[in-house]
């Protein structure tokens, strides 16, 4: 089954940055989903993109500051996230689905970013 590898976490000041990354084989073929998690919050979705890269969407709270992407000849979606604050501290996941289905059925392990002084 598709297995997704994100990277990209760490630790970071307000107002830094971030990219992470998920990469899998054939990932061209899916919708990817970024989504967090924070201590004692629900899971949230943060932004997403279509698997032909014609469509994207973001969360309200990260508009005008993350930009979602891909790079089909190398199987990778990226989340590049500017203007870091404590809050968007979580672990954040990588998920994928056919476009056929509204359905994630694929998840990364997560990776944890952390904003903070």
């Known amino acids: 089954q598709l297995q997704l590898v994100e990277s990209g976490g760490g630790l970071v000041q307000p107002g830094g940055s971030l990219r992470l990354s998920c990469t899998a084989s054939r990932l061209n073929d899916y919708a990817i989903g970024w989504f967090r998690q924070a201590p004692g919050q629900e899971r949230e979705a943060v932004s997403c993109i279509s698997s032909r890269d014609t469509s994207t969407y973001y969360a309200d709270s990260v508009k005008g500051r993350f930009t979602i992407s891909r790079d089909n000849a190398q199987n990778t979606v990226y989340l590049q996230m500017n203007s870091l604050k404590p809050e968007d501290t979580a672990v954040y996941y990588c998920?994928?689905?056919?476009?056929?289905?509204?359905?994630?059925?694929?998840w990364g392990q997560g990776t944890q970013v952390t904003v903070s002084s």
């Open positions: 998920a994928a689905r056919r476009v056929i289905t509204p359905i994630y059925d694929y």
